[in-house]
């Protein structure tokens, strides 16, 4: 790869990602683009973690959390519609959402058939209150999932 081909890229990418932190802050959201390939579960409990904790999570519910992105990391390479995946978390102290986008046509759905397990069923489905798949502009698909926990009263010992 040349210097020129890659500064290009870099470039572009840069500019979209600048965007994308724009929208995102916007709306309290964080969000990040992964290659998609091993990294994509690291960043993904990561970037949870970090967020859900921020907004005072209890651990039970950031467990949950890790759970759902045990099956996200494991799945959504996949159903890429390039090659990498667009994660974003939102959440206060009730209610987090997790979006994974830029997903080919149909692979949002795809993503969420593929987190069903035999005898437990759908992961994903089981775990958040809320779960939909949606059309992006650009002829890809994105998942949506929140999630809600209940803060821990105080310890009775």
């Known amino acids: 790869m040349s210097n020129t081909r890659t ?45 859900l904790a921020r907004a005072d999570w209890p651990l039970d519910g950031l467990d949950d959390a890790l759970l759902v992105c045990d099956a996200l990391s494991a799945h959504a390479p996949g159903h890429a519609q390039a090659e990498w995946v667009a994660l974003s978390v939102r959440a206060d102290e009730r209610e987090a959402e997790l979006r994974i986008g830029e997903l080919r046509h149909g692979g949002a759905a795809d993503l969420l058939r593929d987190a069903t397990l035999p005898v437990v069923g759908n992961v994903l489905e089981g775990i958040a209150e809320n779960v939909s798949v949606h059309a992006e502009p650009d002829g890809g698909s994105l998942l949506v999932l929140v999630l809600r926990t209940y803060p821990s009263g105080p310890s009775s010992n």
């Not at 965007?19 to 990040?32: F, K, P, Q, T």
């Not at 992964?34 to 990561?46: F, H, I, K, Q, T």
Request: charged share 25%; hydrophobic share 45%.
């Open 7 to 51: 500064g290009t890229a870099e470039a572009a990418v840069n500019d979209r990602d600048v965007n994308e932190r724009e929208l995102s802050v916007s709306d309290g959201a964080i969000g990040v683009r992964v290659a998609d390939g091993p990294l994509v579960g690291p960043v993904l409990r990561r970037l949870v973690s970090i967020v």
